[in-house]
Structures are given as structure tokens and as C-alpha cells.
């Protein structure tokens, strides 16, 4: 018979054959949903996922370790259906390091604020096939992919791949980042 530690070995190294993803993917899928109990986890893997019991088990453990708390938000937002999206986050990031070196790129749980002296910028993955580039541009009329958003940003462009990324959407972030001056 093989030893409890042995026995652990296995379970952890069949975590993505048994489950469909790998253990990182997990932690970064359950930070982002913020469970406080062992029991919501094992709740949410078995009914939603359906995740067996012992692999639930030994995900929510892993789950509740204190290092799994430092998981990397942006990773957590762009986990399962939203993975294709990351390459659109990671355009909208770029080019926000290209403005200036005073942006600061603040990760939060479910998006990503763009700030300068204030928020000029906001990147969410709002659903599984779109990310919201929320733009602080007050004042300015809305017209064709620029619409009327919110309170904390005044427009949005709804980005379906890197390419939407285009030198108009940029412009008007140029332009939001200099007005955050």
C-alpha cells in the first residue's frame, strides 16, 4: 500500500487529467470568486465543475494555503472561457506602458485600472468573448465603437480580438491618459 505522501504525489499530478485544469488554474479561478469556507469551495467545484469529491477536496486545501492567496489577479480574471482574451489585455497594457512612465497599472478582482494622477482607463473581461475598455473622456460625444458608459468611466470600447486595438481606440486613450495629466 502506498504512503499517505505518495499517495498526495499522485492525486497532485493528476489534477489536470482528472479535472480539465491544471491546479494553478483552480487557485486562480476560486481567488477570483473569494470563498471564505473549505465547504463553499468544495460546494462550487462539485456542483458547477464537477470536480469528484477527492480532487474538490484536495483543490479547496490547496486553495485555503497562504500562498495560493498571492495568486496573480490578473490571472484569475482571464481563467476558463475567458483565457482567449488575454492577448487583448495584454495589447491595451502595452500600449498604456507607451504613454508615459508615470502610468501606474493597477490589477483589481475583476478588472484592471489604468491611473495616472487619476483612473484614465479601465480593462475588463466582461464576458467570454469580450473585454470593455472602460475610458475616462468626459465631454466627449459618443459615436460608433466609442459609447456612453459610467460614472467611473465615461465611454467604453467593446474589444473582441487584439486587432479592435486599433489607432482609433488608441487615440482615444492617448487622449483620456492626457487628460488625467
Given at each position: 500500500m502506498a504512503k499517505p505522501e505518495q499517495q498526495l504525489a499522485t492525486?497532485?499530478?493528476?489534477?489536470?487529467?482528472?479535472?480539465?485544469?491544471?491546479?494553478?488554474?483552480?487557485?486562480?479561478?476560486?481567488?477570483?470568486?473569494?470563498?471564505?469556507?473549505?465547504g463553499e469551495i468544495m460546494a462550487f467545484l462539485k456542483g458547477e465543475h464537477g470536480v469528484t469529491h477527492g480532487f474538490a477536496n484536495l483543490i479547496a486545501a490547496e486553495s485555503k494555503k497562504s500562498g495560493a492567496d498571492n495568486a496573480d489577479p490578473v490571472a484569475a480574471q482571464y481563467v476558463g472561457?475567458?483565457?482567449?482574451?488575454?492577448?487583448?489585455?495584454?495589447?491595451?497594457?502595452?500600449?498604456?506602458?507607451?504613454?508615459?512612465?508615470?502610468?501606474?497599472?493597477?490589477?483589481?478582482?475583476?478588472?484592471?485600472?489604468l491611473r495616472r494622477k487619476k483612473q484614465f482607463a479601465l480593462i475588463t473581461p466582461a464576458t467570454k468573448s469580450r473585454v470593455d475598455l472602460g475610458l475616462a473622456l468626459k465631454g466627449v460625444e459618443a459615436s460608433g465603437q466609442l459609447e456612453t458608459y459610467n460614472a467611473m468611466?465615461?465611454?467604453?470600447?467593446?474589444?473582441?480580438?487584439?486587432?479592435?486595438?486599433?489607432?482609433?481606440?488608441?487615440?482615444?486613450m492617448r487622449e483620456a491618459y492626457d487628460r488625467a495629466g
Open positions: 492525486m497532485m499530478a493528476n489534477i489536470p487529467e482528472k479535472t480539465g485544469r491544471r491546479l494553478e488554474e483552480w487557485l486562480a479561478l476560486l481567488k477570483a470568486k473569494d470563498f471564505a469556507k473549505h472561457a475567458k483565457a482567449g482574451l488575454k492577448p487583448i489585455h495584454d495589447a491595451v497594457v502595452e500600449f498604456a506602458k507607451s504613454l508615459g512612465s508615470d502610468v501606474d497599472i493597477a490589477p483589481k478582482k475583476t478588472s484592471v485600472s468611466c465615461s465611454h467604453r470600447v467593446r474589444l473582441e480580438a487584439p486587432g479592435d486595438f486599433d489607432s482609433e481606440v488608441q487615440g482615444w
